[in-house]
């Protein structure tokens, strides 16, 4: 997933250099506090995520449009079982990923200010994929003895909010990025960590919910002009 990330940013940021050195590009590390009706069906769980993108400023105006990709793991679950293979009283490792990746189209309001920071707003629409994978391991460091995905589904995605862009020198080509948004999906069947359970011969129930994300989701990031 690594090497996606930078191989897709790396694309983002030739292809609108390409067209014009009003570009600009980073990395974003956000983290999902859910609120509304979505609160109360999940707790308190953490939706932290990491995203790159790519903006391309259209000349003589304040608008960048470009995209972002996303990519989450909102809970994790171990367990341990002696009932994986039949006849071996060996205990397995059973580790169990929620994940979410995201892909948005995004359009951005920065004008130039006479401040020392830039204020913008901005909106995104999308498609988002959450899945839920599986890994037998004999310990920690084993290669997996099996994995798949459990549950999974699609759905579309938008975020509202905007922020601030602070220069980290004069030139004004990095800027620390401070940014709130509002993150409201299509309904989904999703788990999370505490919706699996095991009976006493090992075997899994999985009870996937069904909901819309919203989130509350601040972050911070870095960026570049180019």
Known sequence: MKNLLTALFLFLAVSFSSYAQDGLGGIQFNGGIPVGDFQPEVGNILFPSISISGLYQLPKTPFFVGGELGYGRYGTAMTRSRDIINGTDQRFRIRRNNNAINLT??????????????????????????????????????????SGTEVYDWGWIYQLGGGLMIPLEKSKETFLELRVNYVQTSEMDFLTKRDASYNDQGQVTLSPRTATFQMIQPSIGVKFMF
């Open 105 to 146: 189209g995004v359009v951005r309001v920065m004008p130039e200010t006479p401040f020392w920071v830039r204020p913008f707003v901005e909106g995104q629409f999308g498609g988002i994929h959450t899945y839920t994978r599986s890994k037998v391991r004999e310990n920690r460091l084993a290669d997996p003895l099996s």
